[in-house]
Every structure is written in C-alpha cells, then in structure tokens.
C-alpha cells in the first residue's frame, strides 16, 4: 500500500498534468491561464490600435513509440506581424493517418471553443486550421471530409492545406 506521501504526490502530479503548458515561440513560458492570457493580448493589442485575427491549428509528429503534439495559438496583426503562443503534448497511443488526422483537429477545436467566447466579445476573427490535404492523392485527405463536418459543425471557419498555416508551418515547425 503506498504511504500518504505517494499518494500526495501522484496527486499533485496529475492535477499539474491536467494543467496545460503554453509557451510563446521563444520559449518564454505563459504565466496565466491560457484564457486569461489570450484576453490581455487582445486587449492590448486593439489598445494599440491592431486588428486581430486568431489562427489555431495543430500537428503532430510520430517519433518512435510516441506520437508528439504541437498545438498553436497564432495571433496575426493586420499587415503588421503576429505571434503565437504554442502548447506540446506527447502520446504512447498508436493512431492510424485518420486518427491522427482527428486527434489534431479535436486539440484545435478544443481551445477554440474555450476562447471563442472572448473572440467574439472583442470581435477577433478566428479559424481553425486542419493540417489536412485537400488532394486526394495524400493520406491525411481520408480524415478532410469528417474534420471539416467537425469544425463547421462547431461554427469555426475551417480552414485545410494549403491555406492552413497555423498548422502545416507554424505547429509543424514546433514538432520537426
């Protein structure tokens, strides 16, 4: 039987591990819940005068036995830049190409429908970006017709390659 100490620490083990990690690209850690964090960043940046669009996509890597996630947030400023935030997460879980497929877009959906409610209070257009081919001669296009069914279902414009840069560039760099 494990002592009280053991079980104290699995415990703080699991709730840290239910607490996502977000980083900025260069490495600097996000210091606030995510949703707290993406609220001051648009407040600052219409401050600033910027009009804001929201990109979120995410990809993943097999490496080995484990299958890696990146999963970004991209902040664009009208014909000024951008910048993300980024959140990895690795997996033992073997997928097939279609599952994988899935498994991306569920991460993506799932953030953005825990912030779509500040998108549409600060008026920020957001889309969500499937890492998903749309030439029938890839294996990730066997996932395009129920990944787009997924997010147009939850009232997100879908957005697959070659125009989903948040995800097939920007979180794919994150995990190659």
């Not at 210091?31 to 401050?47: A, G, H, M, N, S």
């Not at 490496?63 to 996630?69: I, L, P, S, Y």
Request: aromatic share 10%; with cysteine; net charge negative.
């Amino acid at each position: 039987m494990p002592s009280f100490s053991e079980i104290k620490q699995t415990s703080v083990n699991d709730q840290n591990k239910s607490i996502p990690f977000w980083r900025r690209f260069n490495g600097d850690p996000v210091l606030f819940p995510i949703k707290e964090e993406v609220e001051q960043v648009i407040q600052r940046e219409t401050d600033k005068g910027f009009r804001l669009k929201v990109c979120i996509g995410t990809d993943s890597q097999v490496k080995g036995v484990e299958t890696e996630f990146a999963t970004v947030i991209v902040f664009l400023r009208e014909g000024r830049g951008g910048f993300m935030f980024i959140h990895n997460e690795k997996s033992i879980q073997q997928y097939s190409i279609k599952e994988r497929m899935l498994v991306e877009v569920s991460k993506s959906i799932e953030i953005a429908y825990e912030l779509c409610d500040l998108f549409t209070l600060y008026d920020v257009d957001m889309e969500v970006h499937a890492d998903i081919n749309t030439n029938p001669g890839f294996k990730s296009n066997e996932a395009l017709r129920e990944a787009m069914g997924y997010i147009l279902g939850m009232g997100f414009a879908f957005k697959a390659k070659p125009e989903a840069f948040a995800s097939s560039s920007c979180a794919n760099k994150v995990v190659n």
